[in-house]
């Protein structure tokens, strides 16, 4: 593929919710461009998108795919992003690069929740869209419903340039209101509108040319005199309408069957902002930390922004980049200001789904890939090492479900940390952990079917077998009541014997407090040496309680009284004596279990507030407040991690997705005495199974 300048450079995410038809739109594309001579189909694995085992195995994209196409002597770089919430970090990573979105709807269920949720990414980046509603060619196909839908939830300001030309088995093209013309069958042929639709054409007409005319004064004040406006100003006035986001133009189409897709492609190239008109990203000088304004020249300096990184079977790790400023050349040596390191660029690839083009270069505004980089990963930058720039990097969710990971076998243990290593290194909503009050290797990611992916993904590529269970909850124990406790180990076996003899005070501190260890021994009755032995042996018995082999927190244990033997006396023999002092003074202390409690904070639609009040309180969650930002109920709560384990799925079942989260750990908190037998009695059976 030919190096284009940037103003003939279009980089186009597309977003929606899952089964809006993506990925089927993206493959309609590419053959109406003539980059692939036959259509794939989704349901058959067969499109160039998702080429990925798990996609093809569920029938849904699980990774941004990048799609170079030539249209009209433009080249436009598809960025086909997952749908569905649990792969939200793939729709995070193609929004930090795009210029502009399409938007696409299901004209069957019209705006979703992941329609929303990817709008307000758009927003949060100022990208200029599109919206396209799909599958008009369905039954039950509503473009009218679906059009309200955006302009009540997404944009009232929202205009449709073209209009369907009828629907479901009778979708034949679509009519576009600037030229009043129709354009039908699959390559968008002009002819003459539908007497039927004249009507509807001309006021929506009148509508579109509204919103183009505002954008001008020399304009509005043509308009406003009755002057007709020429072809050429309106679509000029409105590539300035959509590029400022002043309106949210709509399209309608059927990808499955290949209509209204050319005229997509001529609105992106038309309508769209190329990355010189997206203008000036800021960095910052890694040595100096200074912010510099860089201007998308391929003469400025060089800055590559790493925004994707995949584990390839076959040519190792492979970065996409987008060339934010300069020109990224093959066989070249570069600096990773983000790291601080040099890095080797071999040779550089346009990738077009699985299969890579090489090429010479990849100037500013262009988007390609490197392989074998050693130190590079998604969010860093690539420059020099005389004006190390770094620009901003991504911001990722954090993870809301989380799965405990045991190997299947010794070999499988043996390999099992360096492939979750470079699983996250891939996928950075994925996060590995070691929890050290359990001893579990805990993956967690944003869902239930991210982390089963994830784990096919660790099999197949990197040949790790494991389970998933639920982690175990970090419940500890600890004592209400002070006490004393004495014990006396005493042992003849011929020759030297064994004799320890220890007194402790046990008393409760305050959560959170830990463990303290004191002694006020007097008239050396328990000798200065042997006090260490008197603290190993406690400490050790801290790691297991006695209600239910949890640890023991929160309480300070004083030696404070003794007797030794001068010949049998031994480190060991005050050790055994203090370790069962401790757990005989813990069960006469009246020992208690403490679970966590997380701190919660819930966001839903107003709606469902009397179902997510009723779900916190069966879940034993204490509300302590609730404020309300636009439409959206904000709840604040705690409640025991036990119970919130898998919140993440109930709160997507009971909000239809709609509702978010966000957890983490406040405090310990003793477990009412109802729910503490069922908590020994599976500690109990668990130790019986090992």
């Known amino acids: 593929m030919k190096t284009y300048p940037l103003a003939q450079l279009r980089n186009v995410a597309l977003f929606g919710h899952g089964g809006a038809g993506k990925t089927t739109l993206a493959e309609a594309a590419l053959f109406d461009a003539g980059a692939i001579s036959r259509l794939g189909r989704v349901d058959d694995g067969t499109t160039v998108s998702d080429y990925d085992p798990e996609e093809v195995k569920r029938h849904i994209s699980v990774q941004t795919s990048l799609l170079p196409f030539e249209w ?178 709509v399209l309608a189409g059927g990808s499955a069957g290949n209509r209204g897709v050319t005229t997509l492609l001529d609105a992106i190239v038309d309508l769209l902002p190329s990355p010189a008109e997206r203008g000036t990203v800021t960095a910052t000088n890694a040595q100096t930390g200074e912010e510099v304004t860089l201007e998308p020249r391929a003469d400025g300096p060089l800055a590559a922004f790493a925004f994707k990184t995949t584990a390839d079977p076959y040519v190792g790790r492979l970065n996409y980049l987008r060339v934010c400023s300069g020109t990224l050349q093959s066989d070249s040596h570069v600096w990773n200001a983000s790291k601080g390191r040099e890095e080797r660029i071999g040779q550089l690839f346009v990738v077009r789904g699985k299969t890579q083009e090489p090429v010479a270069s990849l100037p500013a505004g262009d988007i390609g890939a490197v392989a074998k980089l050693q130190e590079t990963t998604t969010g860093d930058t690539l420059a020099t090492r005389e004006l190390p720039l770094r620009l901003p990097g991504i911001t990722f969710p954090q993870p809301v479900f989380s799965v405990a990971v045991d190997p299947k076998t010794k070999a499988d243990l043996d390999k099992m940390s360096t492939g979750l290593a470079r699983l996250v290194e ?62 006396k180990h005493k042992k003849q076996t011929g020759g030297h014997g064994q004799y320890g003899h220890v007194l402790l005070e046990l008393e409760p501190l305050p959560r959170g407090s830990g463990f303290e260890f004191g002694e006020r021994v007097v008239g050396g009755v328990v000798p200065r040496g042997y006090i260490p032995a008197v603290e190993k042996g406690v400490r050790e018995a801290l790691v297991e309680g006695v209600l239910a082999g949890y640890p023991v927190v929160d309480l300070k244990v004083v030696l404070y009284d003794g007797s030794y033997h001068p010949v049998d006396s031994s480190e060991m023999a005050f050790k055994i004596a203090s370790n069962q002092a401790f757990k005989k003074g813990v069960l006469q202390a009246n020992p208690v279990l403490l679970e966590p409690i997380m701190n919660l904070t819930v966001a839903v639609p107003e709606e469902f507030m009397g179902d997510i009040m009723g779900d916190l309180t069966s879940k034993r969650a204490r509300v302590l407040g609730m404020d309300s930002h636009g439409g959206f109920s904000v709840v604040r709560a705690q409640g025991p991690l036990s119970e919130l384990q898998r919140y993440a799925t109930d709160l997507r079942s009971m909000t239809g997705g709609r509702g978010t989260y966000t957890m983490d750990f406040n405090h310990y908190e003793e477990v009412p005495s109802h729910v503490v037998q069922t908590i020994i009695a599976e500690a109990k059976k668990r130790r019986e199974e090992t």
């Not at 001008?216 to 406006?229: F, H, P, Q």
């Not at 992916?453 to 419940?475: N, S």
Request: glycine share 8%.
């Open 72 to 249: 009209r002597g433009t080249k436009i770089n598809l960025l086909d992003t997952p749908g569905y919430f649990d792969f939200v970090g793939e729709a995070r990573e193609a929004v930090r690069v795009a210029d502009a979105a399409v938007i696409i709807i299901d004209a069957l269920g019209g705006v979703e929740v992941g329609t929303e949720l990817t709008w307000s990414y758009a927003d949060e980046f100022g990208l200029p869209r599109l919206v396209y509603i799909n599958k008009m060619d369905r039954e039950n196909a509503d473009f009218e419903r679906s059009f309200q839908q955006v302009r009540d939830r997404l944009d009232p300001r929202a205009v449709p340039l073209y209009l369907p030309i009828g629907a479901h088995e009778r979708f034949a093209g679509v009519v576009d209101l600037v030229a009043m013309q129709a354009r039908l069958g699959s390559k968008g042929e002009v002819g003459a509108v539908p007497d039927e639709l004249v009507p509807t054409a001309e006021r929506w007409r009148e509508k579109l040319i509204e919103a183009a005319a505002e954008t001008d004064d020399e304009l509005i004040a043509k308009y406003l005199e009755g002057e007709e406006l020429s072809e050429a100003e309106i679509r000029a006035a409105l590539r300035r309408a959509a590029g400022e986001r002043r309106c949210t133009l």
């Open 426 to 487: 891939e996928d950075p909503t994925l996060q590995v952990r070691r929890d050290p009050d359990t001893s579990e290797t805990i993956l967690a990611g944003m869902g239930e079917s991210h982390l089963d992916v994830a784990v096919e993904r660790l099999k197949r590529k990197f040949g790790v077998d494991v389970i998933t269970r639920t982690p175990r909850i970090p419940y500890k124990e600890t004592v209400l009541s002070a006490t004393k406790a004495e014990y």
